[in-house]
Every structure is written in C-alpha cells, then in structure tokens.
C-alpha cells in the first residue's frame, strides 16, 4: 500500500490562494438565484465592517476544513448547513432566464455544485498563477478530495465531480445552458466585492486589478469591466511579484499557521 499526501492540503495551505475569491465570487453572482440569495442573505455588502468580517470568517472555516480536527470540521460543516438552511425565497421579479415566482434555497443540489465548482476552478487557477502549474493528477485529486464537501453538506455521494475534466465540463455545461446571466443586481454586487467602499477604493486597487485581470475575458466583459492593455501589462507586473515574493518568503508568513503545524498527513491510501 502507497500513502498519497493531500493536495487540498498541499494547495489551501498558501495564504495566497485566497486572492482567487474574487474569481469564484464573481462566477457565483452570474448565476442570477446565487446573486439575488446574496443580496438578500448576506450583510458583506453593507459595510466595509461586515465585508471583513464575513472573509475573516470565510477563511477560517477553509483553515479548519482543511487542517483541523475532525471534530473541527463537523462544527464548521454543521455551521454551514444550518446557515444554508436560513437561506430560502422566491423571486418578486424575473431574474435572467427565471420568471417571477421561482424558488431557491441555498441547499439546492444543482447551486452548491455551481459554487463549489467554480470555487475549486479558481482556487487551483490562483494556485497555478502564483505558486507553480499542477499536474493533470494533482488537479484530479483535488477535485477528488474536495468531495469531502459532499458529506459535510449533507449532500449524496457523487453529486459534485470528481476529476477536473468532469469539473471543467459541468461549468461549460452550465455556461452553455444559457441559465447564467449577469444581471444589473450581480453588477451592483460585483461592486462591492471589487471595493467594500467607497473611501477604501484607492487601497484596494491592486485587489481590483488581480480580480478583474483573473477573471476569463467573457466573463469581465459580461459584467461590463474595462481591460486595456496597459491593465494587462499592470496585472503581468503585479503577479511576477507576487509570484517572486510567494517564492522568497519564509513559511511562516506563506503558509497558514494550522497548515505548518499539520505537516501534511495522508488523507487516504492507494494500492501500489
């Protein structure tokens, strides 16, 4: 028998894989059901005092996902499904491709796959921007072990793909179903994600800059986002260096505190 280390471990141990949220949130509020549960359910539009409060708490449900005991996990997982759980209605007005009158819950199958999806997507791009490229079989693995979302949702096995050619094809399928649309509440949205406030916007430029220079050219067009070419050189600037400094720093400001202490144990044993 061959032991074979995390690679969730291995990706989500970087502090600067979190600066390809802003990809996967932008993703997430395509879908015009996920953008309009945020607006209604969620207080990190608000202010820039519950925008941080909501990533703080963000990040520390991945840390212990991710690194923590198991008894840790389930406190998390229990966390979420009970937050998802709250999150439930029905449109007063049509939205994208739904009339008025649909329903959505935040356990709907078919939407925690559209999120996790994309998350895992932008995650591993961020990872591969900044850190190094992955191999196919470390994508697949992922992908597998991101799975462990499936229960901790109270989800049936196999509801969410289990390969990143299986997780690539689900996203284009869904792209290509014409259910995603950016609607003038996901803007507004995309808005605040890009900068909590006003009077932060000159402070959070490089953010908006990453944000807008990771995200695929047809979805930055589809929310309406300038790109000149001087932006894309700017953005190339800006990750060499981050890529340069993710390379020269010390673990102790690369890496996650749970995640030096876990020295990365085994998550499961193959045949070998």
Do not use: K
Request: aromatic share 10%; charged share 20%; hydrophobic share 45%.
């Amino acid at each position: 028998m061959q032991e074979v280390a995390s690679v969730a471990r291995l990706v989500n141990r970087e502090r600067v894989v979190v600066l390809g949220w802003g990809r996967a949130l932008l993703w997430h509020l395509a879908h015009p059901l996920v953008a309009v549960a945020v607006a209604r359910h969620s207080d990190f539009s608000r202010s820039l005092r519950a925008a941080w409060r909501r990533f703080t708490r963000t990040v520390q449900a991945m840390r212990r996902l991710s690194f923590g005991t198991e008894a840790e996990a389930d406190e998390v997982a229990c966390w979420i499904r009970q937050a998802h759980h709250r999150v439930q209605g029905r449109l007063d007005e049509p939205m994208g491709p739904f009339p008025a009158g649909t329903t959505y819950r935040a356990d709907d199958p078919a939407l925690l796959t559209w999120v996790h999806g994309t998350t895992v997507e932008a995650t591993l791009h961020a990872y591969e921007t900044f850190v190094r490229p992955l191999t196919p079989e470390e994508r697949d693995r992922y992908c597998q072990e991101a799975r462990a979302m499936e229960a901790w949702l109270g989800l049936p096995p196999g509801t969410f793909p289990d390969s990143w050619a299986g997780l690539t094809a689900h996203l284009q399928a869904v792209q290509a179903s014409e259910v995603l649309q950016v609607t003038p509440l996901a803007r507004q949205m995309a808005e605040h994600v890009l900068a909590p406030t006003q009077w932060v916007a000159p402070l959070v430029r490089p953010w908006r800059l990453l944000t807008l220079g990771l995200l695929p050219p047809e979805l930055r067009a589809a929310y309406g986002f300038a790109w000149s070419e001087r932006d894309e050189q700017a953005f190339r600037r800006l990750v060499a260096y981050i890529r340069q400094g993710v390379a020269w720093a010390p673990h102790r400001v690369r890496f996650w505190p749970e995640a030096r202490r876990s020295h990365f144990p085994p998550v499961h044993v193959v045949s070998g």
